[in-house]
């Protein structure tokens, strides 16, 4: 268990519609990253938050937005999903920007998109 | 930009016999590389990393890797493979910046037969 929590394991939904993914980074944690897992594009890096803040962002798409709240948990928003965004979300944290240290990931979310 | 490429997608070995995954590096400057496994329906694993020092960095599960500077590689090895190591593994580079960003390679599916 990495102590990193995400919710919900598995979502089914329409295209058109919005969804949130939720994270919890380990304790102590301070960043959370998220990463989108599909079979064409390997693991692709979305977003990075640091203590509130956007640090890093990657090739997430303008459908898609996220945030870090004061205690340190994040949210992963598509809206005007598309069958293409089907797809394993993973969140990870670390416990500080700027040192080399692993990331810790979740068991992800996966995504179906009808 | 900082990279990792992992030249083959699949890698076929013996229980019993040594495994060498193998992952070749591209970065600016020094280079912060990891390795993590994926089990089927899981999330990733961290399973060790090179910052400095040693060119040989053991990890966990009996894993071990080689970082070679002059032919920019970080190949994973275990001296005898376990049919329980079957998954998927990938080689990740630090991005560059205060972030702990990682960029990870296409990943390379282990299958150890009995």
């Known amino acids: 268990d990495s102590g990193v929590t995400q919710t919900p394991k598995h979502l089914i939904t329409a295209t058109g519609q919005r969804v949130t993914l939720r994270c919890s980074p380990r304790s102590g944690d301070l960043s959370v990253y998220w990463y989108q897992q599909s079979l064409d594009q390997g693991l692709q890096f979305l977003i990075q938050y640091y203590n509130g803040e956007e640090r890093a962002k990657g090739n997430i798409l303008e459908r898609f937005s996220a945030q870090q709240f004061p205690d340190l948990h994040s949210e992963l928003n598509l809206s005007s999903l598309e069958l293409g965004d089907s797809a394993l979300y993973f969140c990870?944290?670390?416990?500080?920007?700027?040192?080399?240290?692993?990331?810790?990931f979740g068991e992800g979310s996966r995504l179906t998109v009808l | 930009a900082q990279s990792v490429a992992q030249p083959e997608d699949q890698v076929n070995v013996a229980e019993g016999n040594p495994l060498t995954v193998k992952c070749t590096y591209s970065v600016s400057g020094n280079p912060y590389l990891f390795w993590y496994v994926q089990y089927p329906n899981r999330g990733l694993q961290f399973l060790l990393k090179y910052i400095t020092g040693d060119n040989l960095v053991k990890g966990s599960y009996g894993f071990e890797a080689e970082f070679n500077k002059s032919q920019t590689s970080f190949h994973l090895k275990k001296p005898s493979a376990l049919v329980s190591d079957s998954a998927l593994y990938f080689c990740a580079v630090r991005d560059i910046g205060a972030t702990n960003k990682l960029i990870f390679g296409t990943g390379t599916l282990l299958a150890v037969q009995p």
């Open positions: 990870a944290s670390s416990v500080e920007a700027g040192r080399a240290g692993e990331l810790f």
